[in-house]
């Protein structure tokens, strides 16, 4: 168990560790060489360019040189906070405004929860000896937790208290934010510009998806699973559907393809072009050798050819491959799926068509807001309906089976917290263990460490879970596994550290005990175990949001492509790899920080400060990189935020159970009982904001849409939106390969003109035309496949 000195010393190795950090961050952000890795942002909206060089030194293409601006390196913290919410909404989207309220919001509700519990429960628990004579394993810090109070004792009415007024505060605060990100969103969408998903809506065969849509298309609603007829195609059902049934507002519509296989040729294609530029690139710098590979496996064995030769054949053949295969898509009927992007003359029609039932049969024609074009994920589109329940109890069987079998590396984890068990297992390491700073460094960081270690590779294998349940939409993937991600850590490190944790910890007074008495220990251990989520603060909030901002892997990355598969500009821009704010990653980690403030607030308050050091670091860091770095893929108008309510309320409703049964095992008969009303409050507070603003993020009002349908006809009374709509959601394997494969320069996506800022941006470097490529259709294609 960590004492009061492994803290110090984890908190000291996590402290010099998030300043090395920092200071690596703001001497690499200056240097000119790394100036694309840590401002993307504003090369990718054509706001900056590279860095103008002193002709007289050409290390100053490399190297600052101007030594002044060495004395103003950690003037990006100021910068961070200095752009207005108005402005980073023009800037970086709703979506990254909203998702820097998150962190805002915890500290809101921890900054006066931590005043009141320093004030008061830190001298109500410290003024106790109870654990010196229970016989159970501690430390000084476990002095001012709740296990400190006597059993029966009066000042339990104190916790009690203070369980209501921390309740109390945080619904009034969750309430009042998501107040403001419902006026928020809808004031966006109100004054967001023209896009094709305001028009588009999908036509389905399936429940619909409202709820999982990343942003309401406005115009747009995709409708899927439509049923088949022996006498007409898919294009000539979908089109006499919607005009019978809705005359005055349908538009027109895309077809759904099958070009999974086609999108596998395109993306083999692309990374052989990579060997293709990288050898000849190899070649320009030494052009005495040609240079050569073996043709077998990792180049380790078989014939010896020339590698400009082999990839050139290689990239014309699959170019070949391409054609063929794009071709076969546009012309087999199997290849069409039962699904369309069907658009609407108006916002209004298309709000009708997605929020009501199409048909008698509620299991046909089923149409719902399509995701916009970014946000879609064309893979999925591909799978059948009645595959869908499938492929989701599979993944929900293989996500039990996952959080079952984690309990294994939570218990090692467990076990290195516990010096006493690590002995008995390896005695003869008992003399290196037992020196101060390693056992320090042993119970204070390692567990911390080993634990961010083998949470490692789980965000990935839960994303790849979502893709095999079939979500349409990367808004919607990312929701899902953000949602499965929370979960696993409530049940892994969060109960099942406790449980592990109290079990080795405990474990020779539960030998000792009779079985009644094993929930007493348990219900005065779990307040003890603060210590660990102490150390795993400190390590993954502390020192991993430090190095969030560093970008080590970006860095080297961007450099490794700089030197060897960069020719153009556009490659240049590729290889910056911006990133975005990892919504399905990051989310669930700072509910996990919710879920201990909330716990730990009433029974050991000694842990709020490292969440409030959390917040307030994390917020000054995922501000400056949302302003200069990360560039979102999508824009769901903060429709994830009834997500984030829910899981801080449920935090809330876990920290009253376990504090219910907490003075239950106290033997505090008299307040335990009144606690039983704040989880009935809780759930009534919920139910009520879940009514009164959930709409605004699950249907668009029809007064809304008739009134921006309104004032664009006053506007642009001859608007063609048939030709604004007629390629938006075309797969992107059938644009033309001279088009950028960034979508983000596309009509739609153009931000409105940002508010005047301090921040100087240059255009000396001369970017690449937004407007120089053409979408084709599919016949167009075909076309130019058949070219010679």
Known sequence: MATLNDIGVAAAINILTALAFFLAFAM???????????????????????????????????????????????????????????????????????????????????????????????????????????????????????????????????????????????????????????????????????????????????????????????????????????????????????????????????????????????????????????????????????????????????????????????????????????????????????????????????????????????TTWLTEWAPEPRDVYWENLAIPFVFLTIRRLIAAIAFFFLTFFFMIPIAIVQSLANIESIEKALPFLKPIIEVKFIKSFIQGFLPGIALKIFLLFLPTILMMMSKFEGFISLSALERRSASRYYFFQFINVFLGSIITGTAFQQLNHFIHQSTSQIPKTIGVSIPMKATFFITYIMVDGWAGVAGEILRLKPLIIYHLKNSFLVKTEKDREEAMDPGTIGFNTGEPQIQLYFLLGLVYAVVTPILLPFIIVFFALAYVVYRHQIINVYHQEYESAAAFWPDVH?????????????????????????????????????????????????????????QEAMMKDTLERAKEANLNLKGFLQNAYIHPVFKSADESDSESESEWERSPALVATKRTSKRFTPMPSKDGGSVLSLDQVNDECLKP
């Open 28 to 362: 690499l952000r200056i240097q000119p060489v790394n100036d694309r890795v840590y401002f993307p942002k504003w090369y990718i909206k054509g706001l900056r360019s590279s860095p103008l060089v002193n002709g007289s030194a050409f290390a100053s293409k490399f190297v600052n040189l101007d030594l002044r601006s060495y004395t103003r390196f950690l003037n990006w913290m100021p910068a961070a906070l200095q752009m207005p919410e108005p402005e980073l909404i023009d800037h970086a989207g709703l979506d990254s405004a909203v998702y820097l309220r998150i962190y805002f919001l915890g500290l809101k509700i921890f900054g006066p929860i931590e005043l009141t519990a320093f004030t008061v429960m830190i001298p109500v628990n410290w003024s106790n000896n109870t654990l010196e004579h229970s016989g159970l394993t501690y430390s000084d810090i476990d002095k001012l937790s709740i296990s400190n109070i006597p059993i029966g004792s009066h000042k339990f009415w104190t916790h009690l208290v203070l369980a209501y007024g921390f309740t109390f505060w945080t619904c009034y605060v969750l309430k009042r934010e998501y107040e403001i990100v419902a006026a928020m969103r809808l004031h966006f969408l109100a004054s967001d510009q023209r896009r094709p998903d305001q028009f588009t809506v999908t036509s389905i065969s399936i429940t619909s998806f409202i709820r999982e849509s990343s942003l309401l298309l406005i115009n747009k609603v995709l409708a899927r699973n439509v049923p088949p007829d022996p006498d007409e195609s898919v294009t000539e059902l979908v089109q006499h559907f919607f005009l019978v049934n809705h005359p005055h507002h349908y538009l027109s519509h895309q077809l759904v393809y099958n070009a999974n296989k086609l999108s596998e040729l395109v993306n083999e294609k692309k990374k052989i072009q990579n060997w293709l530029d990288f050898y000849q690139n190899k070649y320009k710098r030494n052009p005495l050798k040609r240079p050569s590979l073996k043709t077998g496996f990792l180049g380790l064995w078989g014939n010896r050819v020339d590698a400009i030769d082999f990839y050139t054949s290689f990239v014309e053949r699959l170019s070949r491959d391409i054609c063929g295969e794009r071709e076969k898509v546009s012309s087999n009927t199997k290849s069409i799926m039962p699904a369309a992007f069907v658009s609407f003359k108006t916002r209004w029609g298309a709000a009708v068509c997605a929020q009501t039932q199409q048909s008698r049969n509620p």
């Open 646 to 702: 829910v899981r801080v309320v449920a935090a809330l409703i876990v920290s009253q159970l376990l504090l219910m049964g907490l003075l239950s095992t106290k033997e505090a008969s008299q307040s335990t009982p009144l606690l039983i009303t704040l989880p009935v409050l809780t759930i009534c507070f919920h139910r009520f904001c879940k009514g009164r603003y959930e709409p605004a993020f699950v249907r668009y009002p029809l």
